[in-house]
């Protein structure tokens, strides 16, 4: 198969649907992390690994041609600037809203600072995990069609690799791997940033082998600020 179907899927159903099933995808990890309590980093990955087979399984030769409205939010532009720049502002505003001011932010932060905690001070620990999981898995999906959209087409590689910048400007943002400590402006910082790199190591045609080595390098630095935060974190309390 490697073209769209619209006779079967109009494009409009086709976007409700990859929101759908990334948020049926986050409430599914939820479901194993919060009731099963299997750790909720291996069961991302173990999903990650099986919906990429699923995926080229399903289109080994990847789909082309796709209907203008399955990729606009990917492709359109207001003037010359990207819609997706306005979808990614948009994004970053709720999720900034939400953080600092909604309830759900506040048990959200208090979750992953001391769960114990969190549940003696009246906070649903199962309720705010699984709505948690459900965001990321709708996100995700969102900058699928985003990615589909720049690229115009769905291959069985669309998207690969991305993990590795998603950790690196989560943890660059200043984000603890413990949990509880995180802002919004702080990854939106981070990705500006790595966005930039990616950019100019892209303009000076630096071999993609010598990228991963960047990211990598980048990511281990990371990782090691990130600690060295926690445990400044851990003294001062």
Request: glycine letters at 14%; aromatic letters at 6%.
């Amino acid at each position: 198969m490697t073209q769209w179907m619209p006779g079967l899927v109009p494009p409009a159903v086709g976007v409700a649907l990859t929101v759908l099933v990334g948020a049926g995808v986050g409430l599914l990890i939820g479901s194993l992390s919060v009731l099963a309590k299997v750790n909720a980093f291996l069961i991302t990955l173990a999903m990650l690994l099986l919906l990429r087979g699923v995926l080229i399984a399903l289109i080994p030769e990847g789909i082309y041609y796709l209907p203008e409205g399955y990729t606009f939010l990917g492709s359109a532009r207001l003037g010359d600037v990207p819609i997706a720049i306005f979808v990614l502002a948009a994004a970053y505003l709720l999720a900034y809203a939400v953080m600092r001011f909604h309830s759900f932010g506040k048990s959200l932060q208090a979750v992953g600072s001391n769960e114990r905690a969190a549940h003696i001070a009246g906070t649903h620990i199962q309720r705010t995990l699984m709505i948690a999981f459900m965001v990321a898995g709708t996100c995700a999906a969102v900058g699928g069609l985003l990615e589909v959209g720049r690229t115009q087409s769905v291959s069985a590689g669309t998207g690969e690799g991305s993990i590795l910048l998603v950790f690196a400007a989560v943890i660059l943002g200043g984000t603890s791997i413990r949990g509880g400590h995180g802002r919004v402006t702080g990854v939106a910082g981070a990705v500006l940033v790595l966005a930039v790199i990616q950019n100019m190591l892209n303009l000076s045609g630096i071999d993609p082998s010598i990228r991963q080595i960047v990211y990598g390098g980048i990511l281990l630095a990371g990782i090691y600020i990130a600690s060295l935060q926690d445990r400044v974190r851990a003294r001062a309390v």
